[in-house]
């Protein structure tokens, strides 16, 4: 079975350093997400991408953070430089596409999530 | 705006009791999709189902039930004769129809069945 595929599994960095978590989605799959999951809450979404496209990053921490998707197949999000408020687990997924949010016939409108990527800051 | 609450935090059972996870949300979309995923201490979130605002039916699949009632804006997930391989986190999500695919996630009910 199709996976998304994450690395790495856990990273453990110092404040200030950079670190860089990368995603495979599912093949054909057209749209990519990068959610955080901080401990003990649910995910929340960081930056969507339809295609090389970034269709809403309104909630990443843009001084610090950037993504990107620049074939649009696999993806890179990177941290620079990390503070102690960044441990989390970082979590890809990809889906199907839709047409303005409304899914098309055949799509069950899942998201695929990947095993996560796990940051610890000291 | 679109908003989830899992008011339940954590529920502990006894296997084989059956038990209900409660999610509430607030949308003021006419179309909408509803998720549950479950997360198992692996870390991956595993889809369980989705429902569309337009369809109440509810619906059972294996020991798994799902009570979708618009009226009260809930969405409500049991699991009956409960085993200790259910024990995760379980989100309900929502999706709007024009809200270009973003799903926003409840904070999830940690469940724990024990022996």
């Known amino acids: 079975e199709a996976e998304v595929a994450q690395s790495p599994r856990y990273k453990i960095t110092e404040k200030s350093q950079a670190v860089a978590f990368w995603c495979d989605p599912i093949?054909?799959?057209?749209?990519l997400y990068w959610y955080r999951q901080i401990l003990g809450q649910g995910p929340e979404l960081l930056v969507q991408f339809q295609d090389e496209s970034v269709v809403d990053d309104s909630q990443l921490p843009k001084d610090r953070f950037s993504a990107e998707r620049l074939k649009g197949v696999d993806s890179t999000l990177k941290i620079q430089p990390a503070e102690l408020g960044d441990s989390a687990m970082y979590l890809c997924?990809?889906?199907?596409?839709?047409?303005?949010?409304?899914?098309?016939?055949?799509?069950?409108?899942?998201?695929?999530f990947g095993e996560g990527s796990r940051l610890t800051v000291l | 705006a679109q908003k989830v609450t899992q008011a339940q935090t954590e529920i502990s059972v006894v296997e084989k009791e059956d038990v209900t996870l409660d999610c509430v949300y607030e949308t003021r979309d006419t179309t909408y999709y509803l998720f549950w995923y479950k997360q198992p201490p692996s870390g991956e979130l595993v889809f369980l189902i989705r429902?569309?605002?337009?369809?109440?039916q509810n619906e059972i699949s294996g020991r798994y039930s799902w009570n979708f009632q618009k009226s009260t804006s809930s969405f409500n997930f049991t699991i009956t004769a409960s085993q200790v391989v259910d024990s995760a986190v379980y989100f309900c999500?929502?999706?709007?129809?024009?809200?270009?695919?973003?799903?926003?996630f409840g904070t999830g009910t940690q469940l724990k069945v024990e022996l």
């Open positions: 999500a929502l999706k709007n129809a024009g809200g270009g695919n973003k799903l926003t």
């Open positions: 997924a990809s889906s199907l596409a839709s047409i303005g949010g409304r899914l098309l016939p055949g799509n069950t409108g899942e998201l695929f």
């Open positions: 093949s054909g799959h057209a749209t």
């Open positions: 429902r569309n605002s337009f369809d109440e």
